[in-house]
């Protein structure tokens, strides 16, 4: 069976900290895909990123970086620099022969 | 604005009552995606349709069905409602026929079972 598990239900940081949402995920597939979504409060659903599972470069884009490691079953996504925008529900998923979600991190950054 | 847009944005209801919530998928993709929020479950894939045929099937209960018409809108019906199916029901698109594929989201319909 798929999970996706989000350990960290809240967090909350002050604007310019660092913060790190944590993904960790559970599939016997050998072909999968893991997303990072955001929600903000306006409830919108908003893709952020999509790594394949044969592809564990790390990536960064402006102040968001997310870190894929195979060998802990991990895909962790790095805010840098926080902003109240940055304020929203994200959502760690996992696509292998179904789609799993986790159960989401609120982060709020305070200003 | 995703490009997606979802009718109604609200609907209340109540129980045993069957609904039909539509979608609009952006401007050149096939492929729309279903999807359920709710406090109890979670985010939860329901269904998708490329190109008006079932591709993917996930959590969708039997008293909900779906469809996707020849000009690609897409339809999510709930039948015998139950206060359980009280949640946020998005709509998603992309242009490819895979989960995989980076999918745009409507807004969402609110739906209430009283």
């Known amino acids: 069976a798929q999970k996706v598990t989000q350990a960290q239900t809240e967090i909350s940081v002050v604007e310019k900290e660092d913060v790190t949402l944590d993904c960790v995920y559970e599939?016997?597939?050998?072909?999968?895909?893991l997303f990072w979504y955001k929600q903000p409060p306006s409830g919108e659903l908003v893709f952020l990123i999509r790594?394949?599972?044969?592809?564990?470069q790390n990536e960064i884009s402006g102040r968001y970086s997310w870190n894929f490691q195979k060998s802990t079953s991990s895909f962790n996504f790095t805010i840098t620099a926080s902003q109240v925008v940055d304020s929203a529900v994200y959502f760690c998923?996992?696509?292998?022969?179904?789609?799993?979600f986790g159960a989401g991190t609120r982060l709020t950054v305070k200003p | 604005d995703s490009g997606v847009t979802q009718t109604p944005k609200h609907l209340i209801t109540a129980t045993g009552q069957r609904v039909t919530l539509r979608c609009s998928p952006r401007?050149?993709?096939?492929?729309v995606y279903w999807y359920q929020q709710s406090l109890d479950q979670g985010l939860q894939f329901l269904i998708q349709?490329?190109?008006?045929?079932?591709?993917a099937k996930g959590n969708i209960l039997e008293r909900f069905s779906a469809q996707q018409f020849p000009d690609l809108h897409s339809e999510l019906n709930l039948s015998s409602l139950e206060l359980g199916d009280s949640a946020l029901y998005f709509c998603?698109?992309?242009?490819?026929?895979?989960?995989?594929?980076?999918?745009?989201f409507g807004p969402g319909t609110r739906l209430t079972v009283l």
């Open positions: 349709y490329y190109n008006g045929e079932e591709r």
């Open positions: 401007s050149g993709d096939l492929s």
């Open positions: 790594r394949n599972s044969f592809d564990e």
């Open positions: 599939t016997r597939d050998t072909t999968y895909y």
């Open positions: 998603a698109s992309s242009v490819g026929e895979g989960l995989f594929n980076e999918q745009f």
């Open positions: 998923a996992l696509k292998g022969r179904d789609m799993r």
